[in-house]
């Protein structure tokens, strides 16, 4: 792909041939048989990425680096490239992950996705999406007819244009994957890209999104119109929920059971399905997801009865169903969600198909006595959303709303690198002696650079290398400023939630203050996670090591500032750790002893990633392997100045280990691993270049 584009420009081509490939048949005989070709001028939006969102050529590996032509010269490691946030199994296998709140349908795999914006609306007839660093995870793409609220909600439609499995893909060598779209219903500017990276063997990078179609403008249609053939599958599935409304004349499932039935009723039963108690009609029917109760209740008069039952909706999962969700699906299942516990809409609600007004009610009519409540990026969290469930009180026990802003400011807002905790730390060591094995910051460099790739130890985060150099430089139309309005979390003081167990702000910008006090108010926390929240790391810990006993796991990735005061309030605090996430955090392991004494006191540690501390020595390796036993999960990765003799010592010292990351590590080299890999079969090891 990189020899046929042109890398400078967001340009145009003449691919006529494409439009007999696209299936538009006879419809392109009437016009010029003519295709555009365009990358994303913006990323709209994002669940997940490794970089800090800070916007447009501010960071490396971030989702915004997607966006514009071209940018990453070779297969690699390269910051310019757009990095999703895990990979493989792992993260899946820890507590701290949680299971879906109700049941999904076995066709849905997607894990992450990115919005994509394009200027020049077409009937796309090519996608080309160019994987730079393990390919494969691409699971679904997807086009809608609309962008930013430009069509009401019960007009705005999604339409899946591929979807497939994850691939494992073990040549190194870049993918200009292009799948075989299914015929456009409508013409789009508006792409989702949807990931599944548990297949992928390491961190999976993309470069660009190529779209190509025929231009909107060449037939006369109004916007958010379909072809003339287009299928209808949106208004069916309307229909079909129109069909299944609880304003039917059935009677509730317990006057069935009970016998108190209505006449006309009679002989409309399904043999012995009649007989079986409610406690067995739940049972059964309580395995099915949305789609499939809505599919039974079809059969006949007693099913509908069954899936129209307010108890097989306690815990109600709709993310698997995203694009179908809008103000009428919910008008609709109103009736059924009286006994509300559960709730996740995550990524429900893009352009406008749920207005918040209509998801206000909801929240109003059926979620008063809700206990679990996910929003991943999702556009219903706003204002009046915080504080519904901020009213919840003492109810609430887990609330995971990752990802539902993406604002960011400019480096003047008091947060720049210029704080001392920015992104231009030289890093030969924090602690005074440099690299005491010889192996400076620019050596490791130079070596890398020797490779082709530009690896994450040179992120500047950790290696001095400037980050608005490194990421992908903005595109011409890119929005200055913020990409949707920030949360505003004022009148959430004090916190009325008391009794958290879980808590997910994973990419938000909640404030110190209101972090702290949230914390302080929760003392039951077991599993937090305030990953890219530009938060204050120190203050966090202090929180949490003086309320939270109870704390099993922390993600801290990225946070703005860190403090080996912050690892003793967690070692004497919170005994009960089980996972820890000290990624991309700049402190000193051995002041005060600090790492001692998390080593010492948190010994029911399965997961420890320390990626990019390069205080990390061998001595703190030593004392994992005394006193931690049961680790499953390490990450060194950048940890220049541990030896192979250290990581040996932890091999032998925790039989659980089934994960070390050990990329860019100066001093273990590939004959190392290859043995090692030999002589401990369960572990898996990942090293990047070297």
């Known amino acids: 792909m990189l020899g046929s584009l042109d890398m400078g420009s967001n340009t145009s081509s003449q691919r006529s041939s494409l439009a007999t490939a696209s299936g538009l048949g006879g419809l392109l005989d009437e016009v010029e048989e003519n295709t555009i070709a365009q990358y994303a001028s913006v990323v709209e939006r994002f669940s997940s990425h490794y970089g800090r969102s800070k916007g447009y050529g501010h960071s490396s590996y971030s989702a915004y680096n997607l ?81 930013n609220g430009e069509l009401p909600s019960d007009l705005v439609r999604w339409q899946i244009l591929w979807s497939g499995p994850t691939q494992s893909l073990d040549e190194p060598k870049i993918r200009n994957f292009e799948p075989k779209l299914a015929k456009a219903e409508f013409a789009t500017r508006l792409l989702r890209i949807e990931f599944n990276s548990r297949q992928a063997q390491y961190y999976t990078e993309l470069d660009c999104c190529e779209l190509t179609g025929v231009p909107a403008k060449q037939y006369p249609t109004q916007p958010g119109a379909a072809l003339p053939e287009a299928a209808a599958e949106p208004e069916a599935t309307a229909a079909l929920l129109r069909q299944l409304s609880l304003e039917d004349k059935a009677p509730p ?56 039952e307010p108890l097989l909706y306690r815990r109600v999962n709709l993310q698997p169903f995203w694009t179908k969700v809008n103000d009428a699906t919910l008008d609709l299942l109103t009736p059924r969600f009286q006994h509300l516990q559960s709730l996740d809409v995550s990524w429900v609600g893009s352009c406008n198909q749920v207005t918040p007004e209509r998801f206000k009610l909801l929240l109003e009519e059926c979620c008063q006595r809700l206990r679990s409540f996910r929003a991943v990026c999702s556009p219903l969290v706003n204002l009046s959303t915080l504080v519904f469930l901020n009213d919840l009180g003492d109810q609430l ?40 094995d010889g192996e400076t910051g620019s050596d490791r460099d130079g070596e890398l650079d020797a490779s082709g790739g530009n690896h994450r130890e040179g992120d500047n985060d950790g290696a001095g290398r400037d980050e608005k150099e490194e990421g992908r430089s903005p595109p011409e139309n890119a929005p200055a400023a913020q990409v949707s309005s920030p949360l505003t979390w004022d009148l959430l003081l004090p916190p009325k939630l008391s009794r958290l167990r879980r808590l997910n702000l994973y ?16 003392p039951l926390l077991e599993h937090v996670n305030v990953g890219d929240c530009r938060l204050d790391g120190t203050l966090i810990c202090k929180a949490l ?146």
């Open 67 to 147: 966006a514009g032509p071209p940018g990453v010269p070779a297969y690699g490691d390269h910051t310019q490239a757009m990095v999703l946030r895990t990979y493989g199994p792992w993260w899946a296998n820890m507590p701290s992950h949680s299971l879906p709140l109700g049941p999904s349908p076995p066709s849905f795999i997607s894990e992450d996705f990115i919005d994509l914006v394009y200027d020049e609306p077409v009937f796309p007839t090519e996608v080309r999406i160019r994987e730079t660093y393990h390919p494969g995870s691409v699971v679904r793409v997807l086009a809608c007819n609309c962008y």
């Open 253 to 308: 499932l317990e006057r069935q059971i009970s016998g108190s039935v209505d006449s006309d009723m009679d002989g409309l039963y399904n043999g012995y399905f009649d007989y079986m108690p409610v406690e067995i009609w739940l049972k059964i029917f309580g395995y099915l997801d949305f789609q499939s109760l809505c599919a039974s209740a079809r059969v006949n008069r007693s099913w509908a009865q069954a899936c129209y």
């Open 397 to 436: 026990d887990e609330l995971d709303i990752r990802a539902c802003t993406f604002s960011y400011e400019d480096d003047s807002d008091g947060d720049s690198d210029s704080d001392g905790e920015g992104d231009s730390d030289e890093e030969g060591d924090s602690d005074g002696e440099g690299d005491s």
């Open 507 to 522: 990419c938000t910008n909640i404030t110190n203050e209101h972090a702290e006090a949230l914390i302080r108010n929760n």
């Open 545 to 690: 090591g003086e309320c939270c006993s109870k704390l099993q796991s922390l993600d801290l990735w990225r946070s703005l500032s860190f403090s080996p005061a912050a690892v003793l309030a967690l070692a004497n605090g919170c005994p009960d750790l089980v996972e820890l996430d000290f990624g991309w955090l700049k402190f000193e392991c051995r002041q005060d002893g600090c790492f001692e004494q998390l080593a010492t006191k948190c010994t029911k540690l399965r997961k420890l990633f320390l990626t990019a501390v390069r205080s990390e020595r061998d001595e703190h390796l030593m004392l994992l392997a005394e006193h931690c036993r049961d680790l499953e999960q390490l990450d060194f990765l950048g940890c220049g100045s541990i030896s192979m003799e250290a990581v040996e010592t932890i091999l032998k010292s925790c039989p659980n280990l089934v994960f070390l990351d050990i990329s860019f590590c100066g001093k273990i080299r590939d004959a190392h691993v290859e043995t090692w890999k030999v002589k401990y079969p369960k572990v898996c090891f990942k090293k990047s270049f070297s």
